[in-house]
């Protein structure tokens, strides 16, 4: 993850990379793949935490097309403007982490899966 300021506006960059040796879709959900539409970051100011104050959607179950594939060695990018989401205004230090848990499915799971049917069960995993 990298951040900059994009004139208004901070945009940070993310890539997900597939380190495994098998393929696995990611679910775009609560990343930076869908945009700024859940707290998918946790960023302070000067060592104090700032409230997310961008739009949080409650969904239905995920179904295939909310996931994205990714090969073994390959990457997914995306930059998101966390300025549209934290008030960034004041001058000072500012520490930005990605908390979200990655989602996702294994090629097996997503082959048993029925086309647009709603998926009950997905892979979680903690980012630290």
Known sequence: MSCYEVQPKVACSFDFTNIANQDYYLLKRNTP???MFSPFVAISHNGAP????GIIAYRFPPVQNEFVLIKP?????AIAYI??????????LYSISY??????????QMEMTAFDAKIRYVNHLEVS
């Open 50 to 53: 700032l409230n997310y104050e």
């Open 73 to 77: 060695g390959e990457s997914v990018s």
């Open 83 to 92: 300025s549209d989401a934290f008030n960034l205004h004041s001058d000072g």
């Open 99 to 108: 908390v979200s848990p990655l989602e996702f499915l294994s090629k097996e």
């Open 33 to 35: 793949l869908e945009g």
